[in-house]
């Protein structure tokens, strides 16, 4: 059994004192929903000394911006966010993903800034003994020659193939949101493409914060577009699971020809992947079915596969040009 002590940070005083803890003490870590982090402090995958727990800091707003987007608190839980009649009016694909991601109790537990910190779900990560090099740099990575059923075809490296796990980060990357932090120091504002890190040759790196670096807000851009889009998910059952592939897309169309979209896919990247080049594929081209396969393509001919994750880039194509068949075709998105 291994002690970890545990203080509340609250008061007036709040933000500051959580940050001091955390951020003068390497043993020190963040608690918030605790529903990723209390997993793996069972499973003895993460061991800090102290948790500071962070529930009581006033970060749980979700404020309108003067442009339209959004400034959600980082404390706002999943389910909060999920219900809020602004995101559902503004940015539905956002709603759609925090809906379908875990369970209705998890939801009500964990946070949009937690949802951003969580970890791989790759077996041998959690079992806190195979080889993992982001567990344990250095130590190779066991899901190579191993079972990688769920594992990711995009951004992966020789060092690491785990997914990333995120429903709502899918959407988030598509929308080009913003994650605002503090330290002692300051605020700091990162662009979402920048807090996401491919594994490369240190996959133990997810993201760019220093120890002690607090999430306080994820930032939302107004974007006119985003009030007809979809998150659409493909898992092995239909709740409750993590997503095979899962696609995150808004677009707009003038004259049959395709003038904005934004595409973001999920369940097959080691971070959520914006789908630049299908972007890039479609614009100014006309909103067909064809145009859409041909965008697919282009996206996933760079993806790499085990012989056991081989079905993911065909899923992941059919996947794509179903959620643009379904955002351009007469009536509601499902
Ligand atoms: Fe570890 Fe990544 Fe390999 Fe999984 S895929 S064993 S998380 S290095």
């Not at 996959?203 to 670096?213: D, K, N, Q």
């Not at 994820?218 to 974007?223: G, R």
């Not at 896919?265 to 100014?284: I, K, S």
């Amino acid at each position: 059994m291994r002690p970890i002590s545990y203080l509340r940070a609250e008061g007036t005083d709040a933000v500051d004192s959580a940050l001091r803890a955390v951020g003068g003490d390497p043993g020190s870590d963040f608690l918030a929903g605790g529903t990723t982090e209390v997993d793996l402090l069972r499973q003895n995958v993460l061991g800090p000394r102290r948790l500071v727990d962070i529930n009581r800091l006033p970060l749980a707003d979700i404020e309108d911006l003067p442009d339209g987007g959004l400034r959600i608190g980082a404390l706002a839980r999943m389910s909060e966010v999920a219900s809020s009649p602004a995101v559902q009016e503004r940015f539905p694909l956002v709603s759609r993903a925090l809906v379908l991601g875990a369970s209705a109790q998890l939801r009500h537990m964990a946070s949009m800034g937690g949802n951003m910190m969580q970890r791989v779900r790759c077996g041998y990560y959690r079992d806190g003994e195979s080889p993992c090099n982001k567990r344990e740099p250095g130590a190779g990575c066991a899901a190579l020659a191993g079972v990688s059923r769920n594992h990711a075809v995009l951004g992966t490296s020789e060092h690491c193939i785990a997914t990333h796990p995120s429903d709502v980060a899918v959407p988030l990357v598509a929308l080009d949101a913003r994650i605002h932090t503090r330290t002692l120091e300051g605020e700091h504002t990162y662009a979402i493409d920048d807090f996401f890190l491919e594994p490369g040759d240190a996959p133990h790196r997810e993201h760019p914060l220093t120890h002690g670096e607090l999430i306080t807000a994820i930032e939302v851009p107004a974007l006119p577009m985003a009030r007809r889009s979809l998150y659409l998910k493909v898992r092995d059952r239909e709740s409750y699971e993590f997503a095979l592939v899962s696609v995150a897309a808004a677009i707009e169309v003038r004259d049959g020809k395709v003038s904005g979209v934004r595409i973001a896919l999920g369940g097959v990247g080691t971070r959520p992947w914006r789908a630049r080049r299908a972007e890039d594929a479609l614009v100014g081209g006309p909103a067909t079915t064809k145009s859409f396969d041909l965008a697919a393509r282009a996206e996933l001919a760079v993806a790499r596969t085990t012989p056991m994750n081989a079905f993911k880039p065909e899923l992941a194509r059919r996947t794509l040009v179903r959620a643009l068949e379904t955002l351009t075709a007469d009536g509601s998105p499902s």
